[in-house]
């Protein structure tokens, strides 16, 4: 792991948050393999997507190619 800001936007976190790459109620595991940093506003516009899906609307393809 080598972030230092929100994987989304790339934004200082604040408080750092984890939020669940695929959303516990689409059936992601609630472990560190599917937890990723990402600012509060981040994580309140993602709410259940899947981060495939949120981060495509962004502009950070790459980002999600290497974790995916
Ligand atoms: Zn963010």
């Known amino acids: 792991m080598g972030w230092f800001g929100c994987f989304y936007c ?5 408080v750092m948050e984890l939020d669940h790459v695929i959303p516990l109620s689409r059936g992601g595991a609630d472990a560190t393999s599917n937890l990723v940093p990402a600012c509060s506003p981040c994580n ?3 709410s259940n997507q899947p981060a495939s899906l949120f981060v495509h609307d962004q502009t950070q393809p790459t980002a999600i190619a290497v974790r995916a």
């Open 10 to 14: 790339d934004g200082p976190l604040t």
């Open 44 to 46: 309140g516009t993602k």
